[in-house]
């Protein structure tokens, strides 16, 4: 085999002979000097060795120009500097990503390594500054009391459970014993705190999750031994598993005729809630709320789960806490409900809270009493808000008023950018799934409601079969009865779509799923419902007929002029009346006849092509006479889209 002497090679490459002789010992070659010789086979190997080190060589030169040395901790300001970026920009950046800040102290490693890497640049740091900024600004977190919610069906005790707890007369002092808004209550047992959600069904529940900002560590399902595991209670227990928080089973009204609790843990176990004491995992407690039995047991049970979660959080530092209701107080003006999670809440805090920003003008405790301060888990009623803050919604201390503002308007510029733009989502419609890209597998997932249990089940059955390997069909949650305002944050949260079968999307419902983005189909026939989704999945760009509803007016006044026939008075409550459009009568809730044509739209005695919102007109229709005061006209279009 031919032989190579080892300056020749390193001439060749234009490197040093001792960087050579260096590889070849790395190769496992023995080499003497320069003088000595190789086998040429191994030049080859030697050229891929040089060009990995040079090319390794380059790319540590190029990170080592875009390095940073860290050898002292780095305020805001010194970051503004360094980046050199305006320090309202950074302030914004740091609150996008929840990060407590105070200028005065130094930025956390990890914030200052994202606000780097974004510029392009590394962070090298010297000796054992990291450690020394991290023992600076971290404070060791304490065990918090449990925040719990109480879940369950309509009527099935869940306001009346807490009142036993609190000993108080919450439940009778509620509109028809229903819980109309949310209450956060805290209680002491033996010398422990915990605190208590009481929501209207899950509703607030639900919103609170889309918008990510999960406050509950435990669920509290209540379920009433004579009546079972019922619509809502299902619904409870999808939206605390899409939660993924503990649930403890209360089944209440053990002391009712016809009480039956192996019947509830039967039912429950059917739908993966199996009791412990049938080898589950699932802590089922007897109770009678009404009559306070069983309710220092659940008390012991709820301390034992949080106990197993070992929840802890910081006391110290700016306090950062979620907004779980929000009004308007006469005497107080914006006020909001608001869990703490982190840090201490005091009265003097400036704060924001998504798009609104304020000064802690005053707290009030679940009693109404002022307090001075709040610590982690503790409900607090926040007097100082310059809006009101959505439910969900991150509330967060600023180190001043300045800092607040610059964060809530920067918010706000985002928001109404955004609502200018079409939002681009993965899972929301199915026309998106016409445009979906060839040889990859979409997945939507579907929220079904039908009328009775043997509808949805054949729905379901209908849908389960038309998955296929491009498109796969996930039913998230099914239910009986209309769609609800729970269903449409459910499907938010999840990217879902819903799928109505014989049931109702009321007016109020359908403004929600317009503002969350939630495609909603409804259907009378289940083939039409099958043939729908069958083009979507294929890809068919047939054109569809989709109403839209543009308006709604009350009949105020019927009268029959001669020659004309018979006309409604009508005051436009809502979006307007077309000359073009198509008109529904709905009576008592109920349709009575749809597709109608206007033959008359009049404003006084002038025909008009249309009629706004807060005005009164005549209206007449074809072949439909039987006008009576109190019905409503509902007004669309239908228009084709692909």
Known sequence: MPKIRIYKIAEQFGIPTSELIDILKDLGAEVKNHMSSIDDDLVELIKEEIDYRRKRAEELQKKKERTITIDAPVTLRDAAKLFNQDLDDIIIRLADWNIIFDTRNPLPPLALEKLAREQGWEIEWKEDVKKKILEAISFEPQPRPPVVTILGHVD??????????????????????????????QIEINGQKITFIDTPGHEAFTSMRARGAQVTDIAVLVV????????????????????????????????????????????????????????????????????????????EMILLQAELLELKARKEGHAVGTTIESRIDRGKGPVATVIVQEGTLRVGDYFVAGTTWGKVRSLFNDLGKPMKEA?????????????????????????????????????????REKNLKTPERELISLEELFAREEGKTKEVNLLLKADFQGSLEAVEKAVS????????????????GNVTEADVMLASASSGVIIGFNVKLPNEVAKTAKREKVDVRTYRIIYDLIEDLQRAIQGMKEPVKVEEVIGRAE?????????????????????????????????????????LKISSLKRFKDDVKEVTQGYECGVGLNQFEDFKEGDILEAYLIREEK
């Open 224 to 299: 009433a031994a004579d009546d079972g595991v019922m619509p809502q209670t299902e619904e409870a227990i999808q939206h605390a598993r899409a939660a993924d928080v503990p649930i403890i089973v209360a089944i209440n009204k053990i002391d009712k005729p016809g009480a039956n609790p192996d019947r509830v843990k039967q039912q429950l176990a059917e739908r993966g809630l199996v009791p412990e004491e049938w080898g589950g995992e699932t802590i089922c407690v007897n109770i009678s709320a009404l009559q306070k039995k069983g309710i220092a047991e659940l008390l």
């Open 375 to 415: 610590e982690p888990s503790t409900p607090v009623e926040v007097v100082g808000f310059t809006d009101l803050p959505p439910a969900g919604t991150k509330l967060m201390v600023t180190e001043s008023e300045k800092i607040a503002r610059i964060i809530a308007e920067r918010r706000a510029e985002i928001a």
């Open 555 to 595: 009949v105020r006044a019927v009268f029959k002029i001669p020659r004309t026939g018979t006309v409604a008075g009508c005051y436009i409550i809502d979006g307007k009346l077309e000359r073009n459009a198509l008109v529904r009568v709905i009576r008592n809730g109920e349709t009575i006849q749809e597709g």
């Open 156 to 185: 099935h005790g869940k306001t009346t459970l807490l009142d036993a707890i609190r000993k108080s007369r919450v439940a009778e002092s509620e509109l028809g014993g229903i819980t109309q808004k949310i209450g956060a209550y």
């Open 465 to 480: 079969q038309l998955s296929t390997d491009e498109v796969k069909l996930n039913v998230i949650y099914k239910g009986v």
